[in-house]
Nanobody
Framework: VQLQASGGGLVQAGGSLRLSCATSGRTVTSYTVAWFRQAPGKEREFVAGRRSHAGDTHYADSVKGRFTISRDSAKNTVYLQMNSLEPEDTAVYYC????????????????????WGQGTLVTVSS
């Protein structure tokens, strides 16, 4: 599968952005999908994930209540709606996918995912 991330940009604190991750190959519902981010000088970190089939969603504590991960099966696309953005959210955002479901404890682990998008830059100004 190929992943194509888009939707990043420059936004003021308090603003919103929606990231998209277009997938090719099998239907997106067959994959566990997630968003990660990497700020300059920091390790890549989990942001949000949605397991295949059951469709349960999980978030990093830092974004809970502000970000929402969703999927559109008809468009084979995964979204990350980001509201109330803060300067600390500035990073390159990556979408990732793995065929099938994963155990919950592995959802937040980069090594679990087989496919990665190219990243899209989000910059939040104060």
């Amino acid at each position: 599968v190929q992943l194509q991330a888009s939707g990043g940009g420059l936004v003021q604190a308090g603003g919103s952005l929606r990231l998209s991750c277009a997938t090719s190959g099998r239907t997106v519902t067959s994959y566990t999908v997630a968003w990660f981010r990497q700020a300059p000088g920091k390790e890549r970190e989990f942001v949000a994930g949605r397991r295949s089939h059951a469709g349960d969603t999980h978030y990093a504590d830092s974004v809970k209540g502000r970000f929402t991960i969703s999927r559109d099966s008809a468009k084979n696309t995964v979204y990350l709606q980001m509201n109330s953005l803060e300067p600390e959210d500035t990073a390159v955002y990556y979408c990732a996918a793995k065929l099938g479901s994963v155990i919950l404890s592995a959802l937040r682990t980069t090594m679990m995912y087989d496919y990665w998008g190219q990243g899209t830059l989000v910059t939040v100004s104060s």
